[in-house]
């Protein structure tokens, strides 16, 4: 083959490729494009922003409020000016015992929290592994009693207790707060608990395990992030709860945060301490948000834990 016949091959062959290229889309119209935000998601987003602000618009003047001087609580601005610490050094001052208040609070909380989730597991367990008549029905029974208003278990407390000379104590205060954290905490964990697969429970008595101890060392720790959320829910209710520690504690050794804010007086008969109450309301709150946002993660994931499979 002679060089001209090797050049008009080759010349052939690349306007073959040519024509057989034109008819392609470039390279650049494969890449993904671009969705254009709509109205829609616009508005999405104004909703979310507008919900936020609606959610957080109190708790925002609480804290501007609370920074605010007495001579000054009736401003409007934004920002108190001048700052001032006056309310919070009011509040703990002596006169009110907000601290033992807060103590109080603690301890109810926290043994509300420890009976319910000792009770709640339990009891979780056995509706959700156990199988007997009547276990929807009683699932029911359980969770209906917690619709409860407060209200509504006060009265006949307060002649029983009356009767027992609990008044003025920390168990007439912790009992009437079970029956509602049970509930939720046997609801709770009983929806996770069936989640759980069986073979493992099966697995580890086959492996010599007890069924105490296949319940202690394979279910509860696989448990262990629907009993953290609903620790946290039931200290939560705890800690918040008003009604029932306003009816039964007279004493204010006894009494609890949210009622000693209800009873803070004025330098006069008539005048209402807004600033050291809105000053005693943000330190009850900030602990709850403080440990819903260390603990958010645990929450969502105890929470949402069995949706997907």
Not at 64 to 76: E, G, H, P
Request: aromatic share 12%; proline share 5%.
């Amino acid at each position: 083959m002679t060089i001209s016949e090797l050049r008009s091959l080759a010349s052939e062959s690349g306007s073959r490729g040519a024509r057989t290229g034109a008819g392609r889309p470039p390279s650049n119209a494969l890449l993904p494009t671009k969705k254009k935000r709509t109205w829609r998601s616009y508005s999405v987003y104004a909703g979310l922003v507008l919900i936020f602000a609606y959610c957080l618009a109190p708790f925002y003047w609480m804290i501007v409020s609370s920074l605010r001087r007495t001579a000054d609580i009736f401003d409007n601005t934004l920002l108190p000016a001048p700052f001032s610490l006056e309310n919070y050094v009011k509040v703990f001052d002596g006169s009110t015992m907000f601290g033992q208040a807060l103590l109080n609070s603690l301890i109810v909380a926290g043994t509300t929290t420890v009976f319910a989730l000792v009770l709640g597991v339990f009891a979780a367990y056995a509706i959700s592994r156990l199988n007997f008549r009547f276990k929807s029905v009683i699932l029911g029974v359980i969770i209906a009693t917690s619709m409860f208003p407060g209200i509504s278990v006060v009265v006949p407390m307060l002649r029983f207790f009356t009767d027992l000379g609990w008044i003025n104590t920390y168990q007439a205060m912790i009992i009437p707060n079970l029956s509602f954290a049970i509930p939720l905490a046997v609801w709770n964990l009983t929806t996770f608990m069936k989640q759980l697969p069986f073979d493992l429970e099966e697995a580890a008595m086959i492996d010599g395990c007890t069924k105490w101890q296949a319940f202690r060392k394979v279910l509860l720790p696989l448990a262990a992030p629907g009993v953290f959320t609903t620790a946290i829910l039931t200290f939560i209710h705890s800690w918040n709860e008003f009604i029932i520690a306003l009816s039964m504690i007279n004493d204010p050794k006894i009494q609890t945060a949210t009622v000693a804010i209800s009873k803070f007086t004025g330098a006069t008969e008539f005048q209402a301490p807004f600033g050291e109450q809105m000053a005693a309301g943000v330190i009850v709150t900030v602990p709850l948000v403080i440990m819903v946002l260390i603990f958010q993660r645990r929450i969502v994931e105890g929470l949402t834990a069995g949706a997907g499979k």
